[in-house]
Every structure is written in structure tokens, then in C-alpha cells.
């Protein structure tokens, strides 16, 4: 038996062939058409030299060729490697070189940057070119358009068997440092995010068709995996779509308005977003638009802050969808997972029922005790990566033992409240240093976008003569207003201590964040370093 990503793709085929797969704009492809153009794609990249082991980069927005690409890479036992599309050029250098690529799905806009890193890069030796539909697909000896690669290779599924010990890699985003890839076992990955465990029982899978079979046996639900496919956030929900023979929506970029239309057109029924980076713009472009959401049935939001405010907005404007928030990593898969409620408190970060394996440990690395108050580090056991690619040290400092068993540590940190459940902080490498008081940016985030000017906000340590570092903020303010020092400050205390209270605000015309919907803390960093605060308090 194979825990297999290619493999389960190819159950959910094998029983539901003429189901609709893949939806991406005017187009639509069955599960039979995904698997014969994944088929004719993974038969191209292995006659130039494409196998086992070998890492192929994925440097596409959402579209089905994306999805397709993914499906080769894993059809021929090589490694799909995620490559994001806002890199510039030295970026892109920095990922294919660590990376290891030996080749590179790319869409034609990107051809310029592609071209720019090719003499640093010599064992990147194919590039398949997908057009956008914008930049004509520019072909060189190391190069050949996408549909034609397709057209000349076979439609066949004739590859070597594959293992549950497949190798997977996520790269994380980097908005706090290099990108790292995380590698993973196919199962491990799969268990942890792709359906082997149940979510809500903990209770594991023991059959490789059992999704597919399942999915059969209804009419499948019709997903929308919102984030970019070059984040876990996404390609995960999408995967677990395919396995069980659901129809998968996607969309290039995030636009609010398209994607209600979307939701309108193809009654979606469950919706994957990355917290009040896209759910804040969604709910106020579904007040505008008056769209037709009576469909959906579920939103789902990880990998990025969802606050209460915002939760509570969601239920407002859709209280017939249930609407969940989990946490997690690249390092660790699922954390945890709560349903939205209206009364939940804005005062913290998002507060989960902890997954069967999920832990949180003090620094003796012992488990929290449920309500001490002790802030410790989050962790989880069972399904573990095999660690960072070729980065030994790193790998070894992701990983604890306690009490005799082993445990993978993303970084962020978290309390355990009186009822078991694991209130998130935020990450450690962005903890703000106040005169020795930690403060976590995501719950001042929060607090700050739960004022009614306040759009978008990021908080930052910038130096402070007396205290090392002090809080700062940088804010987008909803059209029209004004920054009210004042009124923000008061209504920030209202809701945690004052110590958390940013000190310096600046106000940008637009947060910058990931296309996953991550604050580039770097970004803000540099905003506040070039610019003048428009407050102090």
C-alpha cells in the first residue's frame, strides 16, 4: 500500500473520470483530461532528463496547468518545487540555486527574470513556458512552449511504481528570512495536511483509496482554494479536492468581486482564504456587490491572522456558512482548529482546539500546564518533516524531545487556556523586546484592525534609546479617514496591556503583504526606517 500523492490523484481518475476536476477561468478539464495532460507533461520533463528525485520549479500562478505541473512532478517520483511569482530576479537566483533545479515550469511574463538568472544557474538545463495570454512565449535551445511539449508526448500512465516515502518540499515564504524547504515524507505530509488524519477525530486512514472511494459515492463538493498554489495554504485543500473527487475553482490573482462572481457561477460550497487579508476585502466586496453566496457552506482560513473582528464581520454577512480558523506551519502540517463564534474575544490571537498530536512546551521543554498563563513554544509530534534541505543545523534545531518523544517547533508561540485549547501569539523571530516585555505583532494586529479607520495594520519593533525597542505600527486607514493618534491608542488599550500599545505609527497608502496574505515584515521594517512617523505617543 502507497500513501502517495500521484497515486491518490489517480484513484480519485480511475473512479470518477468524467467528473469536472479543474475549473480556471473559461476553461474547465475533467479528471480523465488532468490526468492525460499531467500524463503528457510528466513523459516531456522525463525525456529531458526528469526523474526520481529530480526538483522541477513551479513558478506559475493559479491555473490548471499549475495543478498539472505539481501531478507530473509527483507521477515521476521528482519533487514539485514552489517557487513564488513576485520574486525578482536575485530571489528567483537564490531559490533555483538552493533549490537544485533541473528544470522550470514558467508563465511567459516571467521569461525576463527567468532569462536574467540562467548564466548563475547551469543546472537549470529545461524550461517549459506556459502563455498568459499577455507575453508571447519567447522559445531558446533550453526552452519549449508548454501545449506544445504536451502535444508531443504521450497520454499514457507508464511510470516506475512510487512510496509513501516519496519526497515532498515546501518552501516557506520567507517574509522573515531566506526561504527554507521543509522535506517531507509523502505520507507524513498527507496525514498531517491532506485528509490521512481526520481533522475533527484524529483518527487515522488506513486505506490509499478511501477518499477517492468516498468521493464516489457522492456527488463531490466544488472547492475554491482562494491563496496562491505556491503556498501549503493552497496546494494542500486543492490536493485533498482531488483526492476525493471534488471540482477545484481557481483563480490567477485575488480579485474580491471575482471571486463572488466565481462563488456565484460555479456554486462553490467550500471556500479556502488566508485571514483578514482576504476575508476583510471579501465581506465588504459581497456588501457592495450583492452576490449570490447562498451555496457555500464553508470558509476556511489558515496560515495567516484572522481576527475576531473579522471573524465576527463573516458570520454577519454569511451566518449560514460555518467559518473555521486553523493553525499550523510548514514545519509541523495542522495545529489546530476552532469555528468561529460570535463572541469571541478580540484581546488575542487565534484560540484553537489543539490537534491530537499538538503540544506546547516551556522552556524546559516540558508541556504547558492548561492554565498557567506560561507562554511556551508550539509543538507537534506523530507525522513529522524529515527537516530543511541541506541545511543540517537548521534541521536539528527544529526539533525537540520531550518525555522521550520527538517533536518538530515552527517557532511560534503560544499559552494552553484552562479548557485545553491553545491560544496562538505569534512567531518568536518577530517578538518585540519592550524594556524586557515580549509582545507579539499578530495580537496587536488584531487589536488595531478592529478600530473602525483602520483597514490593514503591521507592528513592528523599531530602537528605542530607553527600552531597546518599542511598538510601532504601520496602518492603511479605510478610504477617507484620518489617523486619530489618540482614539487608536485608547482603543488598543482598551484591549491589551499597555505596554502593547504602539508608541509610532506611520501610515502607508497600501500594506504590503505575500500573495498568500503574510505581512512582509520586512517591508514594514524598511517603511518605518525610511519614513517619518506621522504620531508618538
Known sequence: MSFNIADMFEHAVDLMPDRVAVICGDRQVTYSQLEERSNRLAHHLAAHGVG???????????????????????????VAINVNYRYTASELRYIVDNADLVALVHESGYADTVAEVLPDTPRLRHRVVVDDGVTEPATDGGTVRYEEALAASSPERAFPSRTSDDLYILYTGGTTGAPKGVMWRHEDIWRVLGGGIDFYTGEAVRDEWQQARQGAEGEGSTWFTIPPLIHGAAQWPALSALFSGGTLVLTPQFDPHEVWQLVERHAVNIA?????????????????????????????????LFSPSVKRQCLEALPHVVISDSIGSSETGFGGMSVAARDDSSDRGPRVQAGAETVVLDENDRPVRPGSGVVGRLARGGHLPLGYYKDPEKSAAMFVESEGKRYAIPG?????EEDGSITLLGRGNRCVNTGGEKVFPEEVEAALKSHADVF???????????FGQRVAAVVELRPGRRLDFDGVSAHVRRELAGYKVPRSVWVADRIVRSPSGKPDYRWAERFTSEHAAVAHG
Open 272 to 304: 479556502v482564504i488566508t485571514g483578514d487579508a482576504m476575508a476583510r476585502p471579501l465581506i465588504e466586496a459581497l456588501s457592495e456587490g450583492g452576490y449570490d453566496a447562498s451555496s457555500l457552506v464553508a470558509i476556511g482560513s489558515g496560515a495567516a
Open 456 to 466: 490593514d495594520a503591521v507592528v513592528v519593533g523599531v530602537p528605542d534609546e530607553r
Open 52 to 78: 526520481e528525485g529530480s526538483h522541477v520549479g513551479l513558478y506559475l500562478r493559479n491555473s490548471i496547468e499549475a495543478m498539472e505541473t505539481m501531478l507530473a512532478a509527483y507521477k515521476l517520483r521528482s
Open 412 to 416: 511560534d508561540w503560544a499559552t494552553v
